[in-house]
């Protein structure tokens, strides 16, 4: 086979335009190796950027890996676009870009940042590939708009797919597998949407994908792009939404990858200040540079566009927002105006979202933000970010330290399971017991909890019930939804073994009613963002560890009653007020015995009183549980 190179382009003037203004949002159709066929021949078109490059040859198994056969051709516009095209390559060639520098002539192999697949790590080459696919989504993309409102339910099952399931040998389950196995299990637990941990190619499986090197390609560990994209048209086609983890925050530093691209810092900030991250030991993109503007816009409109994604859940915004983020006194200089605020940054956020929301329909964009910046989730017009939804950090801290307390001591830190209400609807948040919390010494969920074994169960089927009946979305990590004992092991399948006792069954099948419920009643998810949606009816009896409140709809006859018993003292013919008269039927006692409860007698409906409580005409004496929350819906209508 003859391989020869010759010119050929596929952008426009317009195209060099946007790339260079920052504005690019398909780069993946012009950058990168793509199959075509040319003057009656088929072969490859090359194109990468390197600014400061002498020369960039293609190098692979094509040519026996020389550097000299297949030089590419600089444009003539300044770009620092590098580009031909190459006769007789086919899909599956691996490839690198050879990068003579003009930093001394420096040279490097480097994959393609624009690539679509990459061999499965530690290997790290190229692979020429497309990403053809003939979608059968058309339903769930059609209907996407209405739900994916923010009127609607979203319950997130977040997954690793590499330790989610396994097979005998230790090899995790294929793209292929978990279209069968993983959507069959979110769908039975009545979760809305299933949010993928990284699966952008990613050297380093310690990492969990979040330090990703190809932000065009999904990781090959599982499988080929075609087969991710199997993967969620089984999700859709089972009405489950797929949010995609994407990291734009920063990228690791290894030498055949993104950094020091071109003997130049292309893709990082040149000054440290902005251009590495302590924590992590990674690069920070230079935000203050628009061709990389338009690297990362294109990348977020790759995986929504062509991977049909239809959230991206963007990691470690707060790092992103201010220049001393993690950073002592003079390891950071101010802003222009005095401020610790990363204006590029902030500016390229706004873009972000701006760009998305314009041109998709029934997408949405959620913030991992741990800070109080205003406005994450408002519109870019009024001054905020533009995200559409915002994880909701402070509560999850405030909570996990309320439930980490032993009962006898609740009853002093009230505020802590109280006090998110008071921000709840200043922005759109999601509630998330997410895979950060079960992991490096932290302890699981269930081994968070005080008290006994049966302590322990009933405390965490509280916080549930608490977590399901809070206003905002939910997000729960995988193997929490069954009281996993260990921590989350990123090597090892989830320990399935567990749901051959009782106490384990009880909670999935807790987690699964309050999935039903939350998607089911409209008072749990109408008005989840809206303050009309909740409403007090005791927060103040901190003796007892008792609060209730209403969850509400449009609707009155669609209220609901929540009472929350979060001491282990039950309470016989307890009284407390409710919105309506008429006969109160229990929806979910997490005290039930099918749960693993105590099966504290219980009556399953409660006619109401013409005695005022809490400032209501009406009131109910019911008997409360201990650990135990109490869902009530007037049947009366």
């Avoid at 002093?412 to 895979?435: C, D, G, K, M, R």
């Avoid at 409860?597 to 009183?609: I, K």
Wanted: proline share 4%.
């Amino acid at each position: 086979m003859e391989y020869t190179i010759k010119t050929h382009t596929l952008f426009t003037d317009y195209d060099i335009y946007l790339f260079r203004s920052g504005k690019h949002i398909r780069l993946y159709e012009k950058l990168g190796s793509h199959l075509l066929e040319l003057d009656g021949e088929e072969g490859c078109y090359f194109a990468v950027f390197a600014p400061a490059a002498k020369s960039v040859s293609v190098i692979g198994s094509f040519n026996g890996w020389v550097g000299d056969d297949h030089v590419l051709f600089p444009r003539w516009d300044n770009s620092g676009i590098w580009e031909g095209f190459i006769t007789g390559i086919k899909k599956g060639d691996f490839y690198k870009y050879q990068i003579e520098s003009t930093n001394r002539s420096l040279r490097f192999d480097k994959i393609d940042p624009y690539a679509f697949h990459f061999q499965t790590p530690p290997a790290h080459c190229s692979i020429v590939w497309d990403i053809d696919y003939t979608w059968k989504d058309k339903k769930w993309m059609d209907n996407r708009p209405k739900k994916n409102e923010l009127n609607c339910p979203y319950s997130i099952y977040e997954v690793h797919l590499g330790s989610w399931r396994k097979h005998q040998d230790g090899n995790p389950f294929s793209y292929k597998l978990l279209a069968k196995e993983l959507v069959t299990y979110v769908k039975e637990m009545g979760f809305t949407h299933v949010e993928l941990m990284p699966v952008m190619e990613h050297p380093y499986d310690p990492s969990w994908g979040y330090q990703v090197t190809g932000y065009f390609a999904a990781t090959s560990r599982f499988g080929t792009p075609q087969d991710l994209m199997e993967l969620i048209e089984a999700f859709h086609n089972a009405g489950i939404g797929v949010i995609m983890d994407w990291v734009p925050a920063h990228f690791p530093s290894d030498g055949h990858a993104l950094s020091y691209f071109d003997g130049s810092h292309v893709y990082e900030h040149p000054d440290t200040k902005k251009g590495y991250h302590p924590d992590w030991k990674s690069l920070i993109f230079n935000f203050e540079r628009n061709e990389i503007r338009s690297f990362l816009l294109s990348s977020a409109f790759f995986w929504m566009e062509v991977f049909h994604a239809d959230s991206l859940r963007v990691d470690a915004v707060a790092s992103m927002l201010y220049l001393d983020y993690s950073r002592k006194e003079g390891e950071w200089d101010k802003n222009q105006y005095g401020g610790n605020e990363y204006l590029a940054a902030i500016s390229f956020i706004k873009d972000f979202n701006e760009a998305l929301y314009s041109n998709l329909k029934g997408i949405h964009t959620i913030a991992e933000e741990s800070t109080s910046f205003a406005g994450v989730t408002h519109p870019i017009h009024s001054g905020g970010l533009g995200f559409g939804m915002k994880w909701m950090m402070g509560w999850m801290h405030d909570t996990l330290d309320y439930f980490k307390k032993p009962p006898i001591y609740r009853q002093f830190h009230q505020n802590n399971i109280t006090f998110s209400i008071v921000y709840a609807f200043s922005e759109n948040f999601i509630l998330p017991f997410s895979h950060d919390e079960v992991v490096h010494g932290k302890a699981s969920l269930i081994y968070k909890m005080p008290g006994d074994e049966w302590q322990k169960f009933a405390n965490l089927r509280a916080m549930y019930g608490y977590m399901f009946t809070h206003p905002g979305g939910k997000l729960l990590f995988m193997g929490s939804e069954f009281a996993q004992t260990t921590e989350w092991n990123f090597k090892a399948e989830l320990p399935w073994g567990l749901l051959q006792y009782d106490t384990h069954r009880g909670v999935q099948a807790l987690v699964k009613d309050l999935n039903h419920l939350y998607t089911s009643e409209k008072a749990m998810y109408e008005l989840q963002y809206d303050v009309r949606g909740f409403e007090w009816i005791d927060f103040s009896n901190h003796e007892a560890s008792i609060i209730a409140y209403i969850r509400k709809s449009e609707d009155i006859d669609d209220d609901i009653v929540v009472l929350c018993n979060f001491n282990t003292t039950p309470h016989k013919a307890y009284r407390f007020g409710v919105p309506k008269k008429g006969k109160w039927k229990v929806l979910i006692n997490t005290d039930d015995k099918k749960y693993g409860g105590s099966g504290f007698a219980l009556s399953t409906e409660y006619e109401t009183e013409q005695e005022s409580c809490h400032g209501k005409v009406f009131s109910i004496l019911a008997d409360l549980p201990p650990l135990a929350v109490v869902i009530l819906k007037n049947e009366s209508a």
